[in-house]
């Protein structure tokens, strides 16, 4: 089906482990966003791409790291897990630069760091 | 930088009463601004923007906003409450030529029958 999908959406990790986030969408969208949501926080952004090869930092960016190789695709990756990183993570993406586009989520993976 | 307030984290009301859930923002340019729901379980969905033109913002599922340039505030309302309706809703907020969106906290909207 057509939309943005997270892989997985369930995961369990020790401090210290290397884990990454999956995140892949099909309608060719140019921004790709990562987001985080602990609770009294609403979503902040850790980092955002512009398009392929293309990335910037958002809020709170500190122990992450993300790529774009291909358009579709936005991983990102917990080199060194902590507890702090223990939330809920979303992707979304969005089509047009400027501020208007709307951005679609996808439903979201969420991480247990023990 | 822009941010977002939402000053209440739970908005209770009854089923066919009107709903308010209030958002107040910050930015140095003009805003566009933004109201998503997230329901259990599941990721944001987008209910509706503004972006320029009338100050009433009419969206999804009967939900509209007022933009109020003077209060900086813009409130997501609704005539007549469903208990559908129960679930998060989050104010957002982008300033013009910056890609990073601000949040607000939420709030949890639940409505009784």
């Known amino acids: 089906d057509a939309g943005i999908t997270q892989s997985p959406r369930y995961k369990i990790t020790e401090t210290g482990r290397q884990v990454t986030l999956m995140c892949h969408q099909t309608?060719?969208?140019?921004?790709m966003f990562w987001y985080r949501q602990d609770l009294g926080h609403g979503l902040r952004l850790i980092y955002y791409s512009a398009a392929a090869d293309i990335t910037d930092k958002g809020e709170v960016p500190d122990g992450y790291v993300v790529s774009r190789s291909k358009t579709e695709n936005f991983p990102l990756t917990l080199e060194s897990a902590t507890r702090s990183q223990t939330s809920v993570y979303f992707c979304?993406?969005?089509?047009?630069?400027?501020?208007?586009?709307?951005?679609?989520f996808g439903p979201g993976t969420r991480l247990l760091v023990l | 930088a822009q941010s977002v307030a939402q000053p209440e984290d739970q908005v209770n009301v009854a089923e066919g009463n009107p709903l308010t859930v209030k958002c107040t923002y910050s930015?140095?340019?003009?805003?566009?601004l933004f109201w998503y729901v997230q329901y259990p379980n599941r990721g944001l969905q987008f209910l509706l923007k503004?972006?320029?033109?009338?100050?009433l913002v009419k969206g999804s599922y009967g939900f509209e906003a007022e933009f109020n340039k003077s209060q900086t505030s813009f409130h997501l309302k609704k005539p007549s409450a469903l208990v559908s309706d129960s679930a998060l809703y989050f104010c957002a907020v982008r300033d013009l030529g910056n890609n990073d969106m601000r949040f607000g906290a939420g709030t949890r909207l639940t409505v009784k029958p």
């Open positions: 930015v140095s340019g003009n805003p566009y």
């Open positions: 309608w060719s969208h140019s921004y």
């Open positions: 503004y972006i320029t033109g009338d100050n």
């Open positions: 979304a993406s969005s089509d047009l630069a400027g501020g208007q586009e709307t951005q679609y």
